[in-house]
């Protein structure tokens, strides 16, 4: 699965669903807000990792970095 078909794969998928499909196509998962929460992350890009956002427990945004 190419990165952007992954990342179109992930819009609407729960936690585990999300950081499945990440790790099954070989890209870390990481969380970076849930509702208004924001989380902490590196400045540093990474393109094996995956930036995922969620509103009410689905992935709303997910971008490489």
Do not use: H, W
């Not at 790790?23 to 540093?44: H, N, V, W, Y």
């Amino acid at each position: 699965m190419t990165s952007e078909n992954l990342l179109k794969a992930l819009l609407g998928k729960d936690k585990i669903m999300a950081a499945k499909l990440c790790k099954q196509s070989g890209m870390k998962p990481r969380l970076c807000r849930e509702d208004k929460i924001m989380f902490m992350g590196t400045a540093d890009l990474n393109f094996e990792r995956i930036n995922l956002e969620y509103d009410n427990g689905l992935v709303t945004n997910a971008y490489i970095g």
